[in-house]
T-cell receptor, first 115, second 112 residues
Framework: GAVVSQHPSWVICKSGTSVKIECRSL??????MFWYRQFPKQSLMLMAT?????????EQGVEKDKFLINHASLTLSTLTVTSAHPEDSSFYIC???????????FGSGTRLTVV | QKEVEQNSGPLSVPEGAIASLNCTYS??????FFWYRQYSGKSPELIMF????GDKEDGRFTAQLNKASQYVSLLIRDSQPSDSATYLC????????????FGSGTRLQVQP
């Protein structure tokens, strides 16, 4: 089956530093990848949609200069949280699809803690 | 009005009982409907999806879709303590964005 690998699974960083999260589709080519954020006891909120080779589409209220998304290949998308602050502490999850309406696979998630 | 609504719960059922989880959605153009299970601290895992009116069964799970009433439900038969988790309903609408829209989830507790 389709597998999406996400790294790191958890990271602690100091306020003001940047953190990069990787999302890889291991056995399929993902034409589109999605980045979600989930705060405790809340649902997944879509942050942005990235298509290979083009700029990401950000949801309203998500700062594109703070959350840099790069989808350089059909198997890799990265999310970089720049100048992280404690309020950015959250669970970040990527999802990938081959384009079919049924084919959504989630990565294992990254727990980010900014201290 | 939220696009996808779920009762947050917790829904508590005894082991062996049927758990019934409900979800309503606002966009009549919604095409496909997904149920995900999420354990605490983990990412969601797909249980099943449905796109046609009626019932769809997979093992102990049955998804029910009623597009006229705009609701989708998930029945879990013979509930087990390991089924205790948050269940997320997600909806796909072909707007070109291709992202799923999630409800806030229902927390299920199966009591041994």
């Amino acid at each position: 089956g389709a597998v999406v690998s996400q790294h790191p699974s958890w990271v602690i960083c100091k306020s003001g530093t940047s953190v990069k999260i990787e999302c890889r589709s291991l056995d399929f080519q993902a034409t589109t990848m999605f980045w979600y954020r989930q705060f405790p006891k809340q649902s997944l909120m879509l942050m942005a949609t990235s298509n290979e080779g083009s700029k990401a589409t950000y949801e309203q209220g998500v700062e594109k200069d703070k959350f840099l998304i790069n989808h350089a290949s059909l198997t890799l998308s990265t999310l970089t949280v720049t100048s992280a602050h404690p309020e950015d502490s959250s669970f970040y999850i990527c999802s990938a699809t081959t384009g079919g309406v049924y084919g959504y696979t989630f990565g294992s998630g990254t727990r980010l803690t900014v201290v | 009005q939220k696009e996808v609504e779920q009762n947050s719960g917790p829904l508590s059922v005894p082991e062996g009982a049927i758990a019934s989880l409900n979800c309503t959605y606002s966009d009549r153009g919604s095409q496909s409907f997904f149920w995900y299970r999420q354990y605490s601290g983990k990412s969601p895992e797909l249980i099943m999806f449905i796109y046609s009116n009626g019932d769809k069964e997979d093992g102990r799970f049955t998804a029910q879709l009623n597009k006229a009433s705009q609701y989708v439900s998930l029945l879990i038969r013979d509930s087990q303590p390991s089924d205790s988790a948050t269940y997320l309903c997600a909806v796909y609408v072909d707007t070109g964005r291709r992202a799923l829209t999630f409800g806030s989830g229902t927390r299920l507790q199966v009591q041994p």
